[in-house]
């Protein structure tokens, strides 16, 4: 049975960092494209970050939003990663960690097939 489970989140004031962690038990992700998606009050879920590996070679892609400011990394094969820095008031939601068995569309939802239950980030003014 496949999990992903968040870690990392809490309440920080704005211009302060988080590291969202994301373990991913069940089979192994080497090859998945694992994202990161965030869905705040109100609003649709939207992309934040995903990582997909091709041989030696890995690929990282960020919402233009968060470019700049959030690291997505890899620890191993089953652990994922999302450095967040200089972080807004806006940036506050629940943020999801995702896995995708392929690399097409990676920031829409749907493309994913796994999901984690998510962990609540705060960010006061």
């Known amino acids: 049975q496949v999990q992903l489970v968040e870690s990392g989140g809490g309440l920080v004031q704005a211009g302060g960092s988080l590291r969202l962690s994301c373990a991913a038990s069940?089979?192994?992700?080497?090859?998945?494209?694992m994202g990161w998606f965030r869905q705040a009050p109100g609003k649709e879920r939207e992309f934040v970050a995903a990582?997909?590996?091709?041989?030696?070679?890995?690929?990282s892609y960020y919402a233009n939003s968060v470019r700049g400011r959030f690291t997505i990394s890899r620890g191993n094969a089953n652990l994922v990663y999302l450095r967040m820095n200089s972080l807004k008031p806006e940036d506050t939601a629940v943020y999801y960690c995702?896995?995708?068995?392929?690399?097409?569309?990676?920031?829409?939802?749907?493309?994913?097939?796994?999901w984690g239950q998510g962990t609540q980030v705060t960010v006061s003014s």
């Open positions: 995702t896995a995708a068995d392929n690399s097409r569309e990676m920031k829409t939802p749907e493309t994913y097939k796994y």
């Open positions: 069940g089979g192994t992700f080497s090859t998945y494209v």
């Open positions: 990582i997909r590996q091709n041989g030696a070679v890995t690929y």
